[in-house]
């Protein structure tokens, strides 16, 4: 079957860095994106990668390691406005976007 | 740029109620979704498009109908409702290229009584 792991939530602290893990297991593999959602809101783009390595965008990173079936999204120099959930989501053999349920991911001042 | 709009916001319904979703994108693009988001729970997909004219079933479809007679427009319906269907729905468009990025309309709360 298909199965997304990533730690339901976190808490970090304003100004500092902090990981998202996320694990996987898909039919076929098409990449993997990012997507950060604030309550209420709908989700917006962050991240995709397809390839092994890491990807830079300012202050969020993402990492890919398709043998492992583990990616990682860094947010650096937090700040108050980054508290909102996080959906990883590798795209299977049909392109079709299998959903984690989120990391939460609370900021402390 | 309107991107993706969905309507209504909000709705409360009575089981066994009917109702339409709608969605709308202005940016010609070729795919459109369907998703349903229940709390502690991934976006799940009920629905999708790939072109005007056509529809495929997606993981959860059971309770739901769509139609995509104009490439803009994607419908979704619920013939009669039912308390497990209470959730947030969320329209979303890619351009051609089955790896591009979503592009989310703002979600429509149901409620089923």
């Known amino acids: 079957g298909q199965n997304i792991d990533q730690p339901t939530e976190m808490t970090a602290t304003e100004g500092a860095i902090v990981q998202i893990n996320c694990t996987y297991q898909t039919s076929g593999f098409n990449g993997l994106f990012w997507y950060q959602q604030h309550a209420g809101e709908a989700p917006t783009f962050l991240s995709y990668n397809v390839l092994d390595g890491l990807e830079e965008k300012g202050r969020f990173s993402s990492f890919l390691s398709r043998s492992k079936g583990y990616s990682y999204l860094l947010l650096k120099e937090l700040q108050m406005k980054d508290s909102a959930s996080y959906l990883c989501a590798p795209m299977d053999s049909n392109y079709q976007l299998i959903w984690g349920a989120g990391t939460k991911l609370i900021i402390k001042p | 740029n309107a991107g993706v709009t969905q309507t209504p916001k909000f709705r409360v319904l009575k089981t066994g109620q009917s109702m339409t979703l709608l969605c709308a994108q202005d940016m010609n693009h070729e795919y459109m979704y369907w998703y349903r988001q229940d709390p502690g729970m991934g976006l799940r997909l009920i629905h999708y498009s790939v072109g005007e004219g056509t529809t495929a079933k997606g993981e959860v479809p059971d309770g739901y109908n769509v139609s995509r007679l104009k490439k803009q427009n994607f419908l979704l319906g619920l013939e009669s409702a039912a308390p497990s269907q209470t959730s947030v729905y969320f329209c979303?468009?890619?351009?051609?290229?089955?790896?591009?990025?979503?592009?989310f309309g703002e979600g429509s709360r149901l409620t089923v009584l």
């Open positions: 979303a468009s890619r351009g051609q290229g089955v790896t591009g990025e979503l592009f």
